[in-house]
């Protein structure tokens, strides 16, 4: 039976938007450059006063192939954050993650467009990481280590290294503080 879950919830919340974006766009396999200008971050938006972008691009995603990784990794590391952390904690640690990793997108220039939640998702692996390691005795350090290891291994072409680093900082820096 399926039970519905934070990380349940937020993966149901991206196939729908993706779903919705695909129809409107008229592409399954690429996001529309005017929706990802529209419910995306565009940066020059974004320093016009659009700051509800931040929120929303969350849950945009540029391809299909995109939006399945994300997941992936959203399953994994979300189902980790649920059994450490209560609902409330899990949302603080998502939600304040993919925003840090947001706004330090913005350090990438106003002609930047970006979307997807891997911000959050870093956020929720580091925070898992540090709370783990802090609460089972051990050293900071290796959670740091593997953090930023994993972080140089999601660099590529179009990838948005400073949502990754800015999601996932806060990350670490949250599962810190409630360890």
């Not at 509800?52 to 994300?70: A, D, P, Y």
């Not at 399953?75 to 993650?97: H, K, N, W």
């Not at 999601?154 to 680093?165: C, L, P, Q, R």
């Amino acid at each position: 039976m399926f039970k519905f879950t934070p990380t349940a919830g937020l993966i149901v919340i991206n196939l729908v938007v993706y779903t919705f974006t695909s129809l409107v766009g008229g592409n399954f396999l690429y996001t529309n450059y005017e929706i990802l200008m529209s419910l995306g971050q565009s940066n020059n938006f974004v320093l016009s006063g659009g700051w509800w972008q931040l929120f929303t691009s969350m849950f945009v995603h540029i391809h299909l192939i995109h939006l399945l990784g994300n997941m992936f990794f959203l399953l994994i590391f979300g189902t980790r954050g649920e059994e450490l952390f209560s609902d409330e904690e899990f949302f603080l640690i998502y939600f304040a993650s993919g925003l840090s990793g947001n706004l330090l997108t913005l350090l990438m220039g106003p002609s930047t467009v970006s979307a997807g939640a891997s911000g959050a998702i870093f956020g929720m692996f580091g925070a898992c990481a540090v709370y783990l390691g802090q609460t089972l005795g051990q050293s900071i350090m290796g959670a740091l280590i593997y953090s930023f290891y994993l972080l140089i291994l999601s660099t590529g072409a179009g990838v948005n290294v400073f949502a990754h680093f800015g999601g996932l900082a806060a990350g670490l820096a949250i599962g810190y503080t409630l360890a």
